[in-house]
């Protein structure tokens, strides 16, 4: 049986009481704490036990309402599940915040855990980051390595104590330590905390270890020189601030931000910045800045030394591979000074990022804090899937569960590729998954991705199987919305269609588990191939070409001879990187999502009101939305707000006219003013919560896809 109760009933020994009482019955089962309650399961008299355990309660613990649900319990013992722990799944928890409690001791100067930078308890810490293997116990964690003996022993092992099993305790004098090191890698001797917080107000960069990964940092005031330091151009920076209300000088920040912001998953926000100057080289021509609450011990205690407002703090990582996670590896990094730790790290895992798109969560990154619970869905099917390519993700489903891995990045070095595969292999032993049916991966031939595909294929004796990209992309939508059929509104940079054509603006209908592309943005060239995706000035030629028409601008003579080979797109990721060149915003990508991601300032400043009338055409057997219109408005000074509306009204028309529900997936699915526009026109659009809208949700999408296919 199930008991859940609601009441006063955590943080306050509730369930090391019903453990005890559990104990002295021989009951066996679990107990745990669920949202705001605690449940219970047991394979006993519910009743009985509710009775015996109302008695047990002291004060403050107090039950204010329960209900009993059917249930069986599969346990050889009574356990205290950790926070995060899904009873009879995976039972290796998330990374969690730092708890109240934990931060209570953290600046309590009488105790014994003051200013100790591994404070954690049963309720929150680094877990999944240090798990080599399953089950998750002591020795199987980096943590087994250190003593547990004298107090720290005592609360490992007294039901009463907040650390009852906790099975990543360690105490200060026993347990890992911080230490500092110079650009030489010397160890500088004193407090390590003190002297970085020192060096870092005094213009230091500095790489500091984490849990899953090491960041670098630096005051916000350094922004230029880090930029030439890591080679990034343009690309934005993560910024760790304070605490809520510093940030909120620096950012607009609504309840469900806030909400997120101060989970216990903790991931940066992109939230919309307050036009400070400050933040301008931090994220240049954005209007948003990705921005986070300090989430371990370790975080709480720099900042107790460092005065001010907050901390680029930003993954470190050696251009396009994954982020250091060694300490000898940090030292390559060439910064001023290194904050490091003596407790490895199992599992890289990189700091979640999501962002509010039409009052929904949209993830760019599922990562730490998410990492590896099960999605909150179902679907048929035991499949590996190992994704698109740029910001990638594996994935596992195995009884009716989905796992997705957590960040891998851009498949294109050997090293991502291997981290790829070994988190497909560590999440399946985590899921206790066997050989699966397939391997499933994108249908694009140059994906290096394809590759640790037909390794793991070969490898379990089973096929690879290739699935659409904008298929995956629809099927992960209707998968975690529970729609089974609809039109979905597939938009990104782009994705290998079927016909061989650089697919990116798509309508796919989805009915009797069949998948049918009948819309699209009308075609256009890519002159030049990728060059035309490093510098959008080329898509908006091949955009004025296709519509019939003299681009209003000086081009070299080549491009005209270009266009009969020029790779066809109907992207509308490529067509926003157009406007953005021809609305003086973005000439150069230097990152991935550049030139779109900074046009989105444009459209949230400009009025929505405005543009051509779609003209839908036919051609390839499918309905197209002709460029012509659009083209010409643009060319006539219109804004981009209205050709951005033009191409969104005809999609939308080709969709209406099947009658069925909408949806809207892909990267450009992270556009806010393009989401709410499509809301406004469609309340009941269906977008993505728990999935990334982006292609690292292809993996669990081809998943999908399988699922809904093969139904
Ligand atoms: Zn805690
Ligand atoms: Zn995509």
């Known amino acids: 049986m199930i008991i859940r109760i609601w009441g006063v009933v955590q943080g306050v020994g509730f369930r090391p009481t019903v453990y005890r009482l559990a104990k002295r019955l021989g009951l066996r089962g679990y107990v745990r704490n669920l949202g705001g309650m605690v449940e219970i399961c047991i394979n006993g008299d519910a009743r009985e036990f509710l009775d015996l355990l109302v008695r047990e309660l002291r004060p403050p613990a107090k039950v204010e309402g329960y209900e009993i649900l059917p249930g069986e319990c599969e346990y050889r013992d009574f356990v205290i599940l950790e926070s995060g722990g899904e009873p009879g799944m995976i039972p290796i928890p998330p990374d969690l915040a730092i708890c109240d409690e934990c931060l209570k001791e953290l600046f309590d100067p009488n105790h014994e855990r003051y200013l100790y930078p591994f404070n954690s308890c049963t309720n929150c810490g680094p877990r999944f980051s240090i798990t080599l293997r399953v089950p998750y116990d002591r020795a199987n964690t980096t943590m087994g390595v250190f003593p547990l003996e004298g107090k720290c022993l005592r609360e490992f092992t007294d039901p009463n104590s907040r650390r009852f099993h906790h099975q990543a305790i360690s105490c200060p004098g026993q347990g890992p330590r911080y230490f500092l090191l110079d650009r030489n890698g ?6 390590p905390f003190e002297i970085a917080a020192k060096m870092l107000e005094g213009g230091s960069i500095g790489i500091m270890k984490s849990w899953g990964g090491m960041h670098v940092i630096a005051r916000i005031s350094e922004a230029r020189r880090l930029r030439i330091l890591l080679g990034r151009k343009q690309k934005p920076f993560a910024v760790m601030f304070r605490d809520l209300r510093t940030l909120e000088k620096y950012a607009k920040i609504s309840e469900e931000e806030r909400r997120i912001l101060l989970s216990r998953e903790r991931p940066i926000v992109l939230l919309r910045r307050r036009d400070r100057g400050a933040l301008e080289e931090i994220a240049p021509g954005l209007p948003y800045i990705g921005a986070y609450l300090p989430y371990s011990a370790a975080h709480h205690v720099l900042f107790h030394h460092f005065t001010e407002d907050a901390l680029i703090m930003t993954s470190a990582n050696p251009p396009g591979l994954p982020m250091v996670i060694k300490n000898e590896d940090a030292l390559k990094m060439k ?9 490895d790290i199992a599992n890289r895992v990189d700091d979640s990022l999501v962002k509010i798109v039409g009052g929904k969560t949209a993830f760019v990154r599922r990562s730490r804090g998410f990492v590896p619970r099960p999605l909150p869905f179902r679907v048929q099917g035991n499949c590996i899937a190992v994704g698109a390519e740029l910001n990638n993700v594996g994935a596992v489903s195995w009884k009716g569960r989905v796992y997705a891995t957590q960040h891998i990045g851009d498949c294109d070095n050997p090293e991502t590729l291997r981290f790829l595969e070994g988190a497909i292999t560590r999440l399946m032993e985590m899921a206790g998954a066997g050989n699966p049916e397939c391997v499933l991966m994108d249908l694009h031939p140059r994906y290096n991705s394809r590759m640790v595909a037909r390794r793991l294929a070969e490898r379990l004796e089973v096929e690879a199987i290739g699935v659409q990209h904008h298929f995956a992309h629809a099927a992960a939508l209707l998968a975690e919305t529970g729609v089974e059929e609809g039109v979905i509104i597939a938009m990104d940079g782009t994705g290998y269609g079927l016909d061989g054509a650089a697919w990116g603006g798509e309508v796919i209908k989805v009915e009797n588990g069949r998948f049918q592309r009948i819309g699209s943005l009308s075609e256009f060239p890519l002159v030049g191939g990728d060059l035309a995706v490093r510098y959008p000035k080329r898509t908006a030629f091949g955009l004025f070409r296709a519509a019939g028409l003299e681009p209003p601008f000086e081009y070299p003579e080549l491009w005209d001879r270009a266009l009969k080979l020029a790779p066809r797109s109907t992207s509308m990721g490529r067509f926003l990187d157009a406007l953005s060149f021809l609305y003086g915003v973005c000439d150069e990508r230097t990152y991935e999502g550049e030139p779109a991601m900074k046009l989105e300032r444009l459209l949230l400043e400009e009025r ?20 012509r219109p659009i083209m010409e408005y643009v060319s006539e000074g219109g804004s981009a707000a209205g050709a951005v509306k033009a191409a969104l009204d005809g999609l939308l028309e080709i969709a209406l006219d099947e009658g069925m529900r909408i949806g809207v997936t892909g990267g450009v699915a992270y556009n806010v003013p393009i989401v709410e526009y499509m809301k406004k026109r469609i309340p009941d659009l269906i977008v993505h919560s728990t999935v990334p809208p982006g292609d690292a949700g292809i993996a669990v999408g081809q998943i999908a896809y399988h699922s809904i296919s093969s139904r």
């Open 335 to 343: 910064a001023d000074f290194y904050l490091l730790h003596d407790l």
């Open 186 to 191: 010397l160890e500088v001797h004193g407090n």
């Open 608 to 627: 929505w009101d405005s543009g051509p009338e779609p003209e839908i055409g036919y051609a390839g057997g499918r309905k197209v939305v002709e460029l």
